[in-house]
Nanobody, 120 residues
């Protein structure tokens, strides 16, 4: 499986972006997916995760209510809708494939990252 993230860019505070992550291969629908981010000088952190069916989702506290993770298994794509962005959301965002169908089994395949920059 390979993951290709896109959709990053420069946006003003309060704005929105939607990230996409397209997967190759035929097993996308079997696995949970997630979005992580890494800000300059900081460790990578989990932002949001979603079960293989899309029924279960989970968010990091600082993005709860502003970000929405979703997936389209027919298109083998996972999305991250980001609203009301603030400068603290500036980071490289990575998508990741889970080890299993639920997101508590960890993640073992990573995309290349897409840069999100939020100006104040």
């Amino acid at each position: 499986v390979q993951l290709q993230a896109s959709g990053g860019g420069l946006v003003q505070a309060g704005g929105s972006l939607r990230l996409s992550c397209a997967a190759s291969g035929s097993t996308f629908s079997r696995y949970a997916m997630a979005w992580y981010r890494q800000a300059p000088g900081k460790q990578r952190e989990l932002v949001a995760r979603i079960s293989n069916s899309g029924f279960y989702t989970n968010y990091e506290d600082s993005v709860e209510g502003r970000f929405t993770i979703s997936r389209d298994n027919a298109k083998k794509t996972v999305y991250l809708q980001m609203n009301n962005l603030n400068p603290e959301d500036t980071a490289v965002y990575y998508c990741a494939k889970g080890r299993g169908s639920m997101y508590n089994s960890g993640f073992n395949v990573w995309g290349q990252g897409t840069l999100v920059t939020v100006s104040s």
